[in-house]
């Protein structure tokens, strides 16, 4: 649960978005990623680093390069998240189907 | 099994869209929206007040089996146009603040229609925070099942 809700604070956060759709088309290092924004290396690094804790972002060592991945698998988490909700709103308009194919007007 | 319900929440928006299509003429869905019974029937909760009109009032109380009020909510209509559309707020109230709805209901055939809900919230969060509800619900509910089978190996 705790895990969870820094994966949603993760993705809240505009920049850490673009973060992950750059890294999603390819691998990139820290500092390829950094030229795509205009904040400073310090400010993306950290946010680099949150996406990592998360698990959104995997490291992989390159000989003297770290490159990030992104990890479809734990995005696959947050889409889940709205299924509860879905299931919710299906469950209630297949009782109201129900209820009106046998309904019968009063008067 | 067929996914009916399509829920949609764009990344950083503010707004929820439902989407549903219904093997009723848009007549009866929209009565199903209209009768207090039936909106009781199937959103399972009771309705103490449903003023179909501009400006009217509308109010749910759902109670646990023994009896306690476990959930509270009410609204305004602001548009009531039979077949066609409802706009109205709708406020949970444990402090969640309201939300503003469009309902709109489209016929596709003379049997099949169509429901689309816009929820609008007053913030990106705040719609998370509604859209979790059920996730975080679901959570509570496996933990209490959990306890309940883990009390009972004791």
């Not at chain 1, 993705?11 to 390819?26: E, F, G, N």
């Not at chain 1, 995997?58 to 988490?77: A, C, S, T, V």
């Not at chain 2, 039936?38 to 109670?63: C, P």
């Not at chain 2, 929820?119 to 933990?143: C, T, V, W």
Request: net charge neutral; charged share 30%.
């Amino acid at each position: 649960m705790e895990l969870r809700r820094d994966v949603f604070q993760a993705i809240a956060d505009p920049t850490r978005r673009a973060i992950i759709a750059l890294v999603a088309m390819q691998a990139m290092t820290p500092s390829a990623i950094a030229e795509n924004f205009d904040s400073s290396r310090q400010t993306i690094s950290k946010h680099i680093q949150i996406l990592t804790e998360c698990e959104l972002l995997k490291q992989e060592q390159h000989g003297r390069e770290i490159y990030y991945h992104f990890n479809p698998k734990k995005m696959k988490e947050i889409a889940d998240f709205i299924e509860p909700y879905r299931n919710m709103w299906e469950e209630r308009f297949q009782k109201l189907e129900a209820i009106m194919k046998k309904y019968k007007p009063k008067k | 099994m067929e996914r009916k319900t399509q829920v949609t929440a764009g990344n950083g928006q503010q707004d929820i869209i439902i989407t549903r299509e219904f093997e009723l003429p848009v007549a009866l869905l929209f009565k199903a929206y209209e009768d207090p019974e039936v909106v009781a029937q199937w959103m399972g909760t009771k309705v103490i007040k449903l003023e179909n009109k501009k400006h009217g009032g509308y109010q749910f109380e759902t109670s646990d089996p023994q009896g306690n009020v476990v959930f509270r909510a009410n609204g305004v209509i602001h548009s009531f146009v039979p077949d066609k559309n409802i706009t109205r707020t709708f406020e949970m109230e444990n402090g969640f603040g309201a939300q503003l709805e469009f309902l709109d209901f489209e016929a596709l055939t003379d049997d099949t229609s169509k429901l689309t809900i816009q929820s609008i919230y007053r913030s990106n969060a705040a719609r998370d925070e509604q859209l979790k509800l059920p996730f975080a619900f679901g959570l509570n509910m496996a933990h209490n099942r959990l306890q309940e089978i883990v009390s009972k190996l004791k």
